[in-house]
């Protein structure tokens, strides 16, 4: 658990606090702070800590001192530093200040009347507090989404800052191999969706779920910059977009739940687009439950109606993977006869040949109106090649 800058500075403690330096870093988090009266603070430092000093152990030559805590904080990933100006230090000297803007590193001012003990204090309990609070409202969405004791959590999520009217979706950004993603991944989405709730001036209920980020996004309509759900989703996906593992993340969307009571369907609908969509839209990164069409019904483990289904639309081009595969790009093309051999790298000829074989193994003849079972057909063909689920 971390706070932001802005929920520090908004402390009463900390009411006379002035950022002298590193503006540009103040999206930093903060899940610590710690008070350290040393020049050689590398080795009680670990990322994302706030580090105060009075000075008063620093050597006579304030300013160096200082530049090297600042290298040495930076180099350790911590989040700021929080300096009392007074007896040991009377001003934060320019050197340091400008090598804290390069490096975007935090420094506050902090009048040595404020005690350390008491900002820190309020630091410790604010992070308590989301700490437990996040917690709670994680074992309330974790209830909501399993649904596991049929109970209506209406009142309970408006507490937390569901509205009631709104609908929302669920998003499910999962990760494909085993394991919890990183903290810092956690750290960096839950920050992201702290800056849009800003914004858009309504609860995102988040939940890390093992190898899965799931989250309940509201309807923005009403508000007074409309941000629209695609616009949302796009900025959380971003987050995963800078990770080096990026390929490894996929995203479900299900639809709009008008009511509580339908965001246990909604966490259902989300699973069927990560079962099925893997086999109907495997090049797809993020998958919306509406995409699924008919296969959010189909049952898949029949596997003599799924050959039935399979027979009936594509008939005896079953077997004929170029001829698939040249009909599927046909498709994907609108139909256009020269974009789709350009895509294939073939010539038009040869485009037209196939074509008329084709239509000839087909059990009717390739139009627009018979698109749609055609096309169902030959995801099917794809899902019974591909294995079963």
């Known amino acids: 658990m971390f706070i932001t800058y802005q929920e520090l500075l908004a402390l009463r403690e900390m009411e006379e606090a002035e950022v002298v330096a590193g503006k540009e870093g ?7 702070c710690h008070v350290i009266e040393i020049e050689n603070v590398g080795d009680w430092v670990t990322a994302n800590l706030l580090i105060f000093t009075s000075g008063v152990a620093l050597t006579n030559n304030v300013e160096e001192a200082l530049l090297h805590m600042v290298e040495a904080l930076y180099q350790k990933q911590a989040a700021g530093m929080v300096l009392g100006i007074g007896a040991y230090i009377s001003e934060v000297p320019q050197a340091v200040i400008a090598r804290a803007d390069e490096l975007h590193f935090p420094i506050l001012a902090l009048p040595e009347a404020v005690k350390f003990v008491d900002v820190t204090y309020r630091i410790g309990n604010l992070i308590f507090e989301k700490m437990a609070t996040n917690n709670r409202q994680h074992l309330l969405l974790e209830n909501v989404i399993t649904d596991s004791r049929h109970i209506n959590y209406e009142a309970e999520l408006e507490y937390y800052g569901y509205l009631r ?14 394991g919890k993603i990183a903290n810092e991944v956690a750290d960096e989405i839950q920050l992201k969706i702290s800056d849009i709730r800003s914004r858009i001036r309504r609860k995102i209920f988040f939940l890390n779920r093992m190898n899965q980020f799931v989250l309940l996004i509201p309807d923005t309509k009403g508000i007074e910059r409309e941000y629209t759900f695609e616009e949302i989703l796009q900025e959380l996906i971003s987050v995963i977009e800078g990770q080096k593992d990026a390929a490894l993340y ?8 008008e009511q509580s009571s339908q965001l246990s369907r909604c966490y259902e609908q989300v699973r069927r687009v990560f079962d099925r969509g893997r086999y109907f839209f495997p090049e797809k990164k993020v998958l919306y ?6 296969f959010s019904i189909v049952n898949l483990e029949d596997s003599f109606e799924l050959e039935r289904i ?8 079953a077997g004929h993977e170029e001829l698939l595969h040249t009909l599927q790009t046909y498709i994907d093309c609108d139909m256009n006869m020269q974009e789709t051999a350009d895509q294939l790298f073939i010539h038009v000829n040869t485009m037209k040949y196939r074509l008329k074989k084709i239509n000839a193994l087909l059990p009717q003849e390739l139009s627009k109106s018979r698109l749609f079972p055609i096309q169902a057909g030959l995801y099917l063909y794809r899902f019974l090649h591909a294995g079963s689920i």
Do not use: F
């Open 26 to 32: 103040l999206s930093k988090t903060i899940k610590w």
């Open 250 to 257: 996929q995203t479900g969307v299900s639809d709009w739940a």
């Open 165 to 178: 009217g709104i609908a929302y979706r669920m998003v499910v950004i999962h990760k494909s191999t085993k």
């Open 289 to 294: 439950y509406s995409d699924l069409g008919i």
């Open 310 to 317: 399979v027979r009936s639309s594509i008939g005896d081009l």
